[in-house]
Protein backbone atom coordinates (compact mmCIF):
# COMPACT_ATOMS: atom_id res chain seq x y z
CA UNK A 1 0.00 0.00 0.00
CA UNK A 2 2.81 2.00 1.00
CA UNK A 3 4.23 1.98 -2.72
CA UNK A 4 0.82 2.33 -4.42
CA UNK A 5 0.70 6.05 -2.76
CA UNK A 6 4.32 6.85 -3.82
CA UNK A 7 3.40 6.19 -6.81
CA UNK A 8 0.40 7.86 -7.14
CA UNK A 9 2.23 11.03 -5.64
CA UNK A 10 4.96 10.94 -7.90
CA UNK A 11 2.73 10.68 -10.96
CA UNK A 12 0.53 13.42 -9.86
CA UNK A 13 3.51 15.35 -9.31
CA UNK A 14 4.84 15.07 -13.07
CA UNK A 15 1.34 15.62 -14.23
CA UNK A 16 1.46 19.10 -12.10
CA UNK A 17 4.90 19.82 -13.99
CA UNK A 18 3.75 18.79 -17.39
CA UNK A 19 0.37 20.92 -16.95
CA UNK A 20 2.92 23.96 -15.26
CA UNK A 21 5.26 23.51 -18.76
CA UNK A 22 1.94 23.28 -21.15
CA UNK A 23 0.35 26.22 -19.47
CA UNK A 24 3.90 28.47 -20.06
CA UNK A 25 4.20 27.33 -23.26
CA UNK A 26 0.43 28.46 -24.48
CA UNK A 27 1.22 31.86 -22.60
CA UNK A 28 4.66 32.41 -24.77
CA UNK A 29 2.99 31.35 -27.84
CA UNK A 30 0.32 33.81 -27.17
CA UNK A 31 2.14 36.75 -26.53
CA UNK A 32 4.20 35.66 -29.42
CA UNK A 33 1.03 35.72 -31.53
CA UNK A 34 -0.09 39.25 -29.69
CA UNK A 35 3.64 41.00 -30.67
CA UNK A 36 2.63 43.10 -33.82
CA UNK A 37 5.13 42.64 -37.32
CA UNK A 38 7.50 44.80 -37.54
CA UNK A 39 7.10 47.76 -40.22
CA UNK A 40 9.78 48.79 -42.53
CA UNK A 41 10.28 50.95 -45.28
CA UNK A 42 11.47 50.33 -48.50
CA UNK A 43 14.06 52.65 -49.53
CA UNK A 44 13.85 52.57 -53.22
CA UNK A 45 9.83 53.27 -53.29
CA UNK A 46 8.81 53.89 -49.49
CA UNK A 47 6.66 51.28 -49.66
CA UNK A 48 5.90 49.60 -46.04
CA UNK A 49 6.60 46.14 -45.60
CA UNK A 50 6.59 43.69 -42.93
CA UNK A 51 10.57 43.16 -41.52
CA UNK A 52 9.89 39.67 -42.36
CA UNK A 53 9.31 40.34 -45.92
CA UNK A 54 11.93 42.87 -47.22
CA UNK A 55 15.08 42.52 -48.32
CA UNK A 56 17.59 44.39 -46.10
CA UNK A 57 20.97 45.51 -47.16
CA UNK A 58 23.12 47.20 -44.25
CA UNK A 59 20.92 49.25 -42.71
CA UNK A 60 18.36 49.43 -45.71
CA UNK A 61 15.36 47.57 -46.44
CA UNK A 62 14.00 47.08 -50.00
CA UNK A 63 10.88 45.37 -50.94
CA UNK A 64 11.91 43.60 -54.25
CA UNK A 65 14.93 42.46 -56.10
CA UNK A 66 14.55 44.75 -58.81
CA UNK A 67 14.86 47.69 -56.17
CA UNK A 68 17.52 46.28 -54.40
CA UNK A 69 19.87 45.99 -57.98
CA UNK A 70 18.30 49.60 -58.94
CA UNK A 71 19.57 53.50 -58.70
CA UNK A 72 16.74 55.20 -56.61
CA UNK A 73 15.35 58.49 -57.00
CA UNK A 74 18.62 60.36 -55.49
CA UNK A 75 21.15 58.24 -57.34
CA UNK A 76 22.02 55.84 -55.20
CA UNK A 77 22.45 51.84 -56.11
CA UNK A 78 20.78 49.38 -53.23
CA UNK A 79 22.79 46.56 -53.61
CA UNK A 80 25.84 48.78 -53.14
CA UNK A 81 27.71 49.09 -50.27
CA UNK A 82 27.34 52.81 -49.23
CA UNK A 83 30.17 54.94 -47.95
CA UNK A 84 29.61 58.25 -48.79
CA UNK A 85 32.68 60.64 -49.69
CA UNK A 86 32.75 64.20 -48.46
CA UNK A 87 34.90 65.11 -51.87
CA UNK A 88 31.76 65.91 -54.46
CA UNK A 89 29.86 69.06 -55.38
CA UNK A 90 26.72 69.45 -57.61
CA UNK A 91 26.47 69.03 -61.37
CA UNK A 92 26.29 72.30 -63.66
CA UNK A 93 22.30 73.10 -63.61
CA UNK A 94 20.77 71.12 -66.22
CA UNK A 95 23.72 68.59 -66.67
CA UNK A 96 23.09 65.09 -66.13
CA UNK A 97 26.11 62.00 -66.88
CA UNK A 98 26.48 61.01 -70.43
CA UNK A 99 29.60 59.21 -69.83
CA UNK A 100 30.99 56.79 -67.81
CA UNK A 101 34.95 56.69 -67.40
CA UNK A 102 36.50 53.28 -66.13
CA UNK A 103 39.87 53.60 -63.45
CA UNK A 104 41.57 51.48 -61.67
CA UNK A 105 43.75 51.90 -58.50
CA UNK A 106 45.50 50.14 -56.26
CA UNK A 107 46.33 51.20 -52.40
CA UNK A 108 49.09 50.44 -51.55
CA UNK A 109 50.21 49.80 -55.60
CA UNK A 110 49.48 46.36 -56.67
CA UNK A 111 49.74 45.17 -53.05
CA UNK A 112 46.18 43.50 -53.58
CA UNK A 113 48.28 40.73 -54.49
CA UNK A 114 47.84 38.14 -51.90
CA UNK A 115 46.10 39.82 -49.46
CA UNK A 116 42.51 42.34 -49.38
CA UNK A 117 43.28 46.19 -49.60
CA UNK A 118 40.34 47.24 -50.69
CA UNK A 119 39.43 49.59 -47.06
CA UNK A 120 42.26 51.37 -47.92
CA UNK A 121 40.75 52.60 -51.55
CA UNK A 122 37.56 53.36 -49.16
CA UNK A 123 39.59 55.03 -46.89
CA UNK A 124 41.36 57.22 -49.15
CA UNK A 125 37.97 58.45 -50.70
CA UNK A 126 36.49 59.26 -47.35
CA UNK A 127 39.77 61.07 -46.28
CA UNK A 128 40.38 58.56 -43.77
CA UNK A 129 43.52 57.12 -45.47
CA UNK A 130 45.88 57.03 -42.07
CA UNK A 131 49.30 58.35 -43.88
CA UNK A 132 51.63 56.60 -41.05
CA UNK A 133 50.85 52.91 -42.46
CA UNK A 134 53.14 52.96 -45.87
CA UNK A 135 55.24 55.43 -47.37
CA UNK A 136 53.04 55.51 -50.46
CA UNK A 137 50.50 56.97 -48.05
CA UNK A 138 52.23 59.84 -47.14
CA UNK A 139 52.60 60.99 -50.57
CA UNK A 140 49.06 61.47 -51.70
CA UNK A 141 47.90 61.98 -48.10
CA UNK A 142 46.72 65.73 -48.93
CA UNK A 143 44.81 64.71 -52.33
CA UNK A 144 41.11 64.68 -52.51
CA UNK A 145 39.66 62.53 -54.79
CA UNK A 146 36.67 60.39 -55.34
CA UNK A 147 34.36 57.95 -58.01
CA UNK A 148 31.06 57.50 -57.59
CA UNK A 149 31.78 53.67 -57.71
CA UNK A 150 34.83 50.97 -56.47
CA UNK A 151 34.24 47.06 -57.65
CA UNK A 152 36.88 45.42 -55.71
CA UNK A 153 38.95 42.65 -56.51
CA UNK A 154 36.05 40.06 -54.84
CA UNK A 155 33.18 41.97 -57.23
CA UNK A 156 32.10 43.67 -54.32
CA UNK A 157 30.96 47.45 -55.50
CA UNK A 158 30.92 50.15 -53.26
CA UNK A 159 29.38 53.84 -53.93
CA UNK A 160 30.45 57.66 -52.59
CA UNK A 161 29.00 59.88 -54.80
CA UNK A 162 25.71 59.71 -55.89
CA UNK A 163 25.02 59.81 -59.60
CA UNK A 164 23.64 62.76 -59.58
CA UNK A 165 26.21 64.85 -58.17
CA UNK A 166 29.76 65.15 -59.30
CA UNK A 167 32.67 63.12 -58.02
CA UNK A 168 36.50 64.00 -58.53
CA UNK A 169 37.66 61.59 -60.49
CA UNK A 170 38.82 62.46 -63.67
CA UNK A 171 40.73 66.34 -63.10
CA UNK A 172 41.78 67.50 -66.17
CA UNK A 173 40.03 65.78 -68.92
CA UNK A 174 38.56 66.51 -72.66
CA UNK A 175 36.08 63.48 -74.18
CA UNK A 176 35.95 64.68 -77.67
CA UNK A 177 36.69 68.22 -77.46
CA UNK A 178 34.23 68.76 -74.12
CA UNK A 179 36.39 69.28 -71.19
CA UNK A 180 35.25 69.34 -67.82
CA UNK A 181 34.79 65.48 -68.14
CA UNK A 182 33.40 65.65 -63.79
CA UNK A 183 31.00 67.89 -64.67
CA UNK A 184 28.73 65.16 -66.87
CA UNK A 185 30.57 61.42 -66.03
CA UNK A 186 30.05 58.99 -63.82
CA UNK A 187 33.81 57.10 -62.67
CA UNK A 188 33.96 53.78 -61.68
CA UNK A 189 37.34 52.66 -60.18
CA UNK A 190 38.20 48.82 -60.64
CA UNK A 191 40.80 47.61 -57.78
CA UNK A 192 43.77 46.81 -59.87
CA UNK A 193 47.09 48.40 -61.83
CA UNK A 194 48.42 48.12 -65.51
CA UNK A 195 50.21 44.77 -64.99
CA UNK A 196 47.81 42.08 -63.36
CA UNK A 197 44.49 41.40 -65.49
CA UNK A 198 41.48 41.85 -63.61
CA UNK A 199 39.01 39.18 -61.90
CA UNK A 200 36.08 37.44 -63.87
CA UNK A 201 34.02 38.56 -61.02
CA UNK A 202 35.04 42.33 -61.47
CA UNK A 203 34.12 42.33 -65.25
CA UNK A 204 30.83 40.43 -64.12
CA UNK A 205 30.17 43.09 -61.60
CA UNK A 206 31.43 46.06 -64.28
CA UNK A 207 28.58 45.07 -66.72
CA UNK A 208 25.87 44.39 -64.52
CA UNK A 209 26.83 48.03 -63.36
CA UNK A 210 27.14 49.60 -66.67
CA UNK A 211 23.40 47.75 -67.48
CA UNK A 212 21.67 49.51 -64.35
CA UNK A 213 23.44 52.88 -65.20
CA UNK A 214 22.14 52.89 -68.45
CA UNK A 215 18.63 52.12 -67.97
CA UNK A 216 18.59 55.42 -65.88
CA UNK A 217 20.90 57.34 -68.31
CA UNK A 218 20.61 56.18 -71.42
CA UNK A 219 22.70 55.94 -74.26
CA UNK A 220 25.73 56.61 -71.72
CA UNK A 221 29.25 56.93 -73.70
CA UNK A 222 32.31 54.65 -71.99
CA UNK A 223 35.96 55.17 -71.87
CA UNK A 224 38.84 55.11 -69.91
CA UNK A 225 40.92 57.25 -67.54
CA UNK A 226 43.67 57.43 -70.20
CA UNK A 227 41.25 58.11 -73.10
CA UNK A 228 40.20 61.44 -71.72
CA UNK A 229 43.41 62.74 -70.28
CA UNK A 230 46.01 60.87 -72.93
CA UNK A 231 49.79 61.22 -71.35
CA UNK A 232 48.82 61.94 -67.96
CA UNK A 233 46.50 58.87 -67.08
CA UNK A 234 46.95 55.52 -68.40
CA UNK A 235 44.24 53.43 -66.40
CA UNK A 236 42.33 51.39 -67.11
CA UNK A 237 45.13 50.24 -68.86
CA UNK A 238 46.42 47.25 -70.89
CA UNK A 239 44.89 44.62 -68.87
CA UNK A 240 41.89 45.87 -69.14
CA UNK A 241 39.35 44.08 -71.62
CA UNK A 242 37.41 46.19 -73.83
CA UNK A 243 36.18 43.19 -75.60
CA UNK A 244 34.82 41.06 -73.06
CA UNK A 245 33.56 44.13 -71.32
CA UNK A 246 31.41 45.39 -74.79
CA UNK A 247 30.33 41.59 -74.94
CA UNK A 248 29.20 40.78 -71.45
CA UNK A 249 26.83 44.52 -71.61
CA UNK A 250 25.54 44.49 -75.06
CA UNK A 251 26.83 48.40 -75.26
CA UNK A 252 26.53 49.17 -79.14
CA UNK A 253 30.64 50.10 -80.18
CA UNK A 254 29.42 53.45 -81.45
CA UNK A 255 29.23 54.38 -77.34
CA UNK A 256 32.49 53.25 -77.41
CA UNK A 257 34.35 55.55 -79.64
CA UNK A 258 37.98 54.98 -78.22
CA UNK A 259 37.25 51.30 -80.10
CA UNK A 260 37.93 47.39 -78.44
CA UNK A 261 41.75 47.22 -78.71
CA UNK A 262 43.50 47.16 -75.63
CA UNK A 263 45.21 50.40 -74.64
Excluded at 50 to 58: C, G, L, R, V
Excluded at 60 to 79: K, M, N, P, T, V
Excluded at 218 to 243: E, V, Y
Aim: aromatic fraction near 10%; charged fraction near 20%.
Amino acid sequence: MGASLFYLWLKGKKQAKFNTDEAAKIKAERSKAAEPEVIVQCHHCSVHLPKSEAISQEDRFYCSQEHLDGLDAHGWLGSAVWSISPNQDSRPEGLSPELVVIHHISLPPSSFVGRNCTQFIVDFFQNKLDSSLHPYFEAIASQKVSSHFLISRRGQVFQFVSTQNKAWHAGLSSFLGREKCNDFSIGIELEGDGEHPFEEIQYSALAKLSIQLESIYPNLQFAGHSDIAPGRKTDPGIQFNWQQFQAETGIPEKNLPFGLNPR
